[in-house]
Nanobody, 127 residues
Framework: QVQLVESGGGSVQAGGSLRLSCAAS???????MGWFRQAPGKEREGVAI????????YYADSVKGRFTISQGNAKTTVYLQMNSLKPEDTAMYYC?????????????????????WGQGTQVTVSS
């Protein structure tokens, strides 16, 4: 059974940092893995994605320069380093994987193209 398990969420003050981790268990054929987030009353939005085989990473404009996505050596773990956190970063953060190429997936509403999802980890940033 394929699973993605997130960890690392929590509550921090504005300006603080958190590091999210996503570990894949079971066989996953994925070309693209990444992070999405969803705040109450809002649609799920892409935060950052990366190509499992290397290549370009993609970031939402709202997090560029503050967040960094990376993967572990075994390419079954994906991290999201979040610095200079803002209250508007408060959301449930989800890890996701897709067999498609990241270059084909970076557009509004692309969440539906990701076929494997984690359960989510809550990030709360207070002012």
């Amino acid at each position: 059974q394929v699973q993605l398990v997130e960890s690392g969420g929590g509550s921090v003050q504005a300006g603080g940092s958190l590091r999210l981790s996503c570990a894949a268990s079971g066989y996953i054929f994925s070309n693209c893995m990444g992070w999405f987030r969803q705040a109450p009353g809002k649609e799920r939005e892409g935060v950052a994605i990366l190509s499992s085989g290397g290549g370009s990473n993609y970031y939402a404009d709202s997090v560029k320069g503050r967040f960094t996505i990376s993967q572990g050596n075994a390419k079954t773990t994906v991290y999201l380093q979040m610095n200079s956190l803002k209250p508007e970063d408060t959301a449930m953060y989800y890890c996701a994987a897709s067999p498609l190429r990241c270059s084909d997936l970076w557009y509004p509403g692309s969440a539906s193209a990701f076929n494997v999802w984690g359960q989510g980890t809550q990030v709360t940033v207070s002012s």
